[in-house]
C-alpha cells in the first residue's frame, strides 16, 4: 500500500533514529520512522514485554530515552511522525524521490514515498570461529543480552563472557544481576590501552563513561563475578550442547600463553568482539564506504551526515561504532540536515541553519561528535581483536556455519583455486552464501582469506546484499507483496 507522501523517512528508530526523527519533525517537517522492532528504542533500550521502565536496571542514560518518547509521542499525536513498528525495509528505490518498502509480518507491504532518507540502521554482534561455537549454549554477547532485555530469558545458569570489549560489561552485569552466575569475563585487553598517548585527552574529557565503569565493578563484586584480562576463550565442548570451555591467557601480542589453558564448567557462553556495522540498505543505495580502525566498513559520511548519495544521510553504528551517545549526536544532526535539504536547490546551496538558536546547537552537536568520535577511536586502539583466535582454529572448524564451510576449505580455495578476496572466496566456497548472508562469518572469512593468500584485509564484498531482509519468493515473483490491509494505523501498534 502506498502511503501519502512525507519530507524525511528515517529507518531505524535506536538512539540515533529516534533523535534524528525527533530532530526533523522540530524543524516542521513531515517524518516516518519504521523500524523491524515492535517499539522505539533499538539495541541500546530494548524492551521486555513488561515495558522499558520495569527493566530500568539494566539500562543507562534512561532519562534520555524517556526525553525522546515524549517528543515522539507530541509528534505522532499532532500527525507530523509517522511511526511504522514492525515494519522490515528489504529495499529503497531511488528516483526523483525515494520509495522505501517494507513489509511487515514478513508479508504485507507498506511503500513510504519521501524527499530525503535517514538511514540508521545499528550493527550486530562480531563474531570469530572458535572450534566448539556451533554448539547450542553458545551464544553472541549482543544474542545473550537480547534474551535477557527482552524476554527475561537467562541463556543459563552458569555462563562464561568473553571476548573484547566494554559490552562485555553490560552483558556479564545483566546476566549476574538477573540470576546468573557469571563464572567469569574473559577479556582479551587490558585496560592499559586505554592509556596509549593518543587516547589520554579522548578518556579525560569522557570521564562521564568513567561512572558506567564503576557502576559495573560494583555489580561485579556484589556478584562475585572475575574479570579476567589479557585471556580468552579458545574452544567451546559438548556433545549435544556446550558443557565446558577451555580459556587461556594471553601474551602481549595477543598468543595463547603456552600451558594456560584451563578447563570450566559452563552450560551457556556469551562471546563478543565488538559490532559490525549493518550496511546493506546505504550500500545498495551506492554510498561509498571507507574501513574504520576496528577493521570494519562503514559509510563515509560528511559534516552534516551526508553520505555521497545525494538524499541519504546517515546516523549512529553505520558511520562507525562508537556507542549511543555518538549515535544520538549524529541522528540530531542528520535529521536537522535531512530537513534541511527538503527545500533547497541541492546544486548549489550548502547547508545552514536557519536561526542563531539552530547554529548554536549544531555548532556544539559537531564539537560533541568528535570528542565522542576520539573516545570510539580509543575505544578501537584498546580492544583490538587478538591474533590468537586464527591459532588456536583446527581445519575442520566451521567458518561459515550456515553452509558448513570449514577453514581447510578457505586454506584450499586459496591455495588451488586462487581465491584472493572475500568475494571470490563466497563465489567459489559458498561462505556466507546461507541465512546470514555473510553477516556471522564475513569478518573471519575476510581475516583467513588475507592470511592464506597473502593478501591484506578486505571486509567489503560480502556486504553487497540487495536485499536487505529475507523476503518472501512470492514478493520478488511478483514485484510486490499484498498491502498492509487499510484498517492498520499510521502507528505500528
Ligand atoms: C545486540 C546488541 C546489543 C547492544 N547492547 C548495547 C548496550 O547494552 N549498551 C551499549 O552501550 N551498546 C549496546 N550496543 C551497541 C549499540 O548498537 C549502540 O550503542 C546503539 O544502540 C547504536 O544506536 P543506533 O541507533 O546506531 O543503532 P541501533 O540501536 O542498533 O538501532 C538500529 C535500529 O534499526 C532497525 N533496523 C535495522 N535495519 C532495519 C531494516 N532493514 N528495517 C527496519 N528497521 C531496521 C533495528 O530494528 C534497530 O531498532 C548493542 C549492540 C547490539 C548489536
Not at 91 to 103: D, K, N
Not at 153 to 163: E, F, H, I, Q
Not at 351 to 357: A, L, V
Request: proline letters at 5%.
Amino acid at each position: 500500500m502506498a502511503s501519502s507522501p512525507v519530507d524525511v523517512c528515517v529507518v531505524g528508530a535506536g538512539p540515533a533514529g529516534l533523535t534524528a526523527a525527533v530532530a526533523a519533525a522540530t524543524a516542521g517537517r513531515t517524518v516516518a520512522l519504521v523500524d523491524a522492532g515492535a517499539r522505539p528504542g533499538g539495541q541500546f533500550w530494548r524492551h521486555s514485554p513488561a515495558g522499558i521502565e520495569a527493566d530500568r536496571a539494566l539500562h543507562h542514560d534512561f532519562v534520555k530515552y524517556r526525553q525522546l518518547e515524549t517528543g515522539l509521542a507530541r509528534f505522532v499525536q499532532t500527525g507530523q511522525i509517522r511511526l511504522l513498528t514492525r515494519h522490515q525495509v528489504w529495499t529503497i528505490e531511488r528516483g526523483a524521490r525515494f520509495t522505501v518498502r517494507a513489509l511487515k509480518a514478513g508479508e504485507y507491504e507498506r511503500t513510504v514515498d519521501a524527499a530525503a532518507l535517514v538511514l540508521a540502521p545499528g550493527a550486530y554482534d562480531r563474531q570469530v570461529p572458535l572450534p566448539g561455537w556451533e554448539l547450542p549454549g553458545v551464544y553472541t554477547a549482543g544474542g545473550a543480552q537480547a534474551l535477557l532485555k527482552e524476554h527475561g530469558v537467562l541463556v543459563g545458569a552458569r555462563v562464561l563472557v568473553a571476548g573484547t570489549g566494554p559490552f562485555l560489561l553490560s552483558v556479564a552485569a545483566g546476566l549476574a544481576q538477573r540470576g546468573a552466575r557469571v563464572v567469569g569475563v574473559y577479556e582479551a585487553n587490558t585496560g592499559l590501552g586505554w592509556l596509549h598517548h593518543r587516547s589520554l585527552r579522548a578518556v579525560v574529557r569522557n570521564f562521564g563513561k568513567l561512572s558506567e565503569g564503576i557502576h559495573y565493578a560494583g555489580t561485579f563484586a556484589r556478584h562475585r563475578v572475575w574479570y579476567h584480562p589479557r585471556s580468552t576463550i579458545v574452544a567451546a565442548h559438548g556433545d549435544t550442547e556446550v558443557r565446558a570451555a577451555t580459556v587461556a591467557r594471553l601474551t602481549r601480542h595477543g598468543a595463547v600463553v603456552p600451558g594456560s589453558e584451563r578447563r570450566i564448567e559452563v552450560d551457556a557462553i556469551a562471546v563478543g568482539w565488538g559490532f559490525t556495522p549493518q550496511l546493506e540498505l546505504p550500500v545498495a543505495l551506492g554510498t561509498r564506504t571507507e574501513v574504520d580502525a576496528d577493521g570494519s566498513e562503514i559509510v563515509l559520511v560528511g559534516d552534516w551526515q551526508q553520505s555521497s548519495t545525494p538524499g541519504v544521510f546517515v546516523a549512529g553504528e553505520a558511520t562507525g561504532v562508537g556507542g549511543a551517545a555518538l549515535a544520538r549526536v549524529e541522528g540530531e544532526i542528520a535529521g536537522y540536515a535531512a530537513a534541511w535539504y527538503v527545500n533547497v536547490d541541492h546544486e548549489s546551496a550548502s547547508f545552514h541553519p536557519r536561526s542563531r538558536r539552530a547554529e548554536r546547537r549544531l555548532s556544539w552537536l559537531r564539537k560533541r561528535r568528535l570528542t565522542l568520535r576520539a573516545f570510539a577511536a580509543a575505544m578501537h586502539r584498546a580492544h583490538p581483536v587478538p591474533p590468537s583466535w586464527l591459532d588456536q582454529l583446527q581445519p575442520d572448524t566451521l567458518v561459515c556455519r550456515c553452509e558448513e564451510v570449514s577453514v581447510e576449505r578457505l586454506r584450499t580455495a586459496a591455495d588451488d583455486l586462487g581465491v584472493t578476496d572475500a568475494r571470490l572466496a563466497k563465489l567459489l566456497t559458498r561462505t556466507g552464501m546461507g541465512w546470514c548472508q555473510g553477516r556471522v562469518c564475513g569478518y573471519a572469512t575476510a581475516c583467513l582469506v588475507a592470511r592464506f593468500a597473502g593478501t591484506g584485509y578486505d571486509p567489503r564484498g560480502l556486504t553487497e546484499r540487495p536485499l536487505a531482509v529475507p523476503v518472501p519468493l512470492g514478493v520478488l515473483a511478483h514485484g510486490a507483496a499484498p498491502a498492509v490491509p487499510a484498517d492498520e494505523s499510521w502507528r505500528g501498534e
